[in-house]
């Protein structure tokens, strides 16, 4: 059973860190492109990052690009987010998924809660 599951999310600061995890569960990582994804309130859900399977090359949104850092571990089935900089337009509900996702194995995700 393909399961993603989310963690990491809480309160940040303005200007901030928090570093996000996804643990995958029924298949094997190294083999797939994989993601982060959000979605802010009132808003569709959007790409933030991806890295390949190949060679972990990565693509970032332009509103993250130099403050965020995608990176994966294939031995422990777990990918990761670390946001630097944080700033409110951030705030979301932060999820993982395959690049292209995959609609029937969305998580919970994870919230991303920034104020001061």
């Known amino acids: 059973q393909v399961q993603l599951v989310e963690s990491g999310g809480g309160l940040v600061q303005p200007g901030g860190s928090l570093r996000l995890s996804c643990a995958v569960s029924g298949f094997t990582l190294e083999y797939y492109a994989i993601g982060w994804f959000r979605q802010a309130p009132g808003k569709g859900r959007e790409g933030v990052s991806f890295i390949s399977s190949a060679d972990g090359s990565t693509q970032y949104a332009d509103s993250v690009k130099g403050r965020f850092t995608i990176s994966r571990d294939n031995a422990k089935n777990t990918i990761f987010l670390q946001m630097n900089s944080v700033t409110p337009e951030d705030e979301a509900v932060y999820y993982c998924?395959?690049?292209?996702?995959?609609?029937?194995?969305w998580g919970q995700g994870t919230q991303v809660t920034v104020s001061s």
């Open positions: 998924n395959l690049v292209p996702p995959v609609q029937s194995i």
